[in-house]
């Protein structure tokens, strides 16, 4: 994986994809691995967190 900075961000994978798309391609085996890997981790962050802070009913 790259060392950029921007590398290390959903956003510059979606664009990848998007590129390759409008190129006429299919979006790179990389890119797909990528946004799995982030959609993986921020599941498990959220499952974490929720855990760990209960959800409270707001009275109305």
């Known amino acids: ?3 950029a900075p921007a ?3 959903p956003s510059f994978w ?3 994809r998007g590129r ?3 190129a006429g391609g299919v979006p ?3 890119a797909v691995l990528v946004l ?3 959609t993986v981790a921020f599941a498990v962050l959220s499952v974490l967190v929720a855990r ?3 959800l409270y009913a707001a009275a109305g």
């Open 14 to 16: 979606y664009a990848d």
């Open 36 to 38: 799995a890997g982030f």
């Open 20 to 22: 390759d798309v409008a």
């Open 52 to 54: 760990r802070r209960p």
């Open 7 to 9: 590398h290390a961000m």
């Open 28 to 30: 790179s085996g990389q």
């Open 1 to 3: 994986m790259p060392s």
